[in-house]
């Protein structure tokens, strides 16, 4: 079973909403999985690196990139296994790819520190 499936993304206008959602029984349920372990999202544009958004620990509480901060929200759903980022006043500069990513040991937005991926959901965003 894929680990971490992204869905959700597309194409909207300057100002317009978003929800990306990750979908992680497969990681969830594989006996190996640190139940405590953070899961996060992130993003990359062409020739940028990787920028963490959020990262959520299993209780709930997340923590945000500055650039993202008032306008992106993370939620996890322990009931099932699904993992949301609702985007919402999207500008041009968060057209990017977003990953969903899982198994980080720390409250960390380095991409370095998680070590599951999705395949990523392209979110186009025009002006």
């Known amino acids: 079973q894929v680990p971490l499936v992204e869905s959700g993304g597309g194409s909207v206008q300057s100002g317009g909403s978003l929800t990306l959602s990750c979908e992680a029984s497969g990681y969830i349920n594989n006996r190996y999985t640190n139940p405590r372990a953070y899961m996060a999202w992130f993003r990359q544009a062409p020739g940028m690196e990787r920028e963490g958004l959020a990262v959520?620990?299993?209780?709930?509480?997340?923590t945000y990139a500055e650039s993202v901060k008032g306008r992106f929200t993370i939620s996890k759903d322990n009931s099932k296994n699904t993992l949301d980022l609702r985007m919402n006043s999207l500008k041009p500069e968060d057209t990017a790819t977003y990953y969903c990513a899982a198994g980080g040991v720390t409250r960390t937005l380095d991409a370095k520190f998680f070590t599951v991926w999705g395949q990523g959901t392209q979110v186009t965003v025009s002006s």
């Open positions: 959520v620990d299993n209780s709930g509480l997340a």
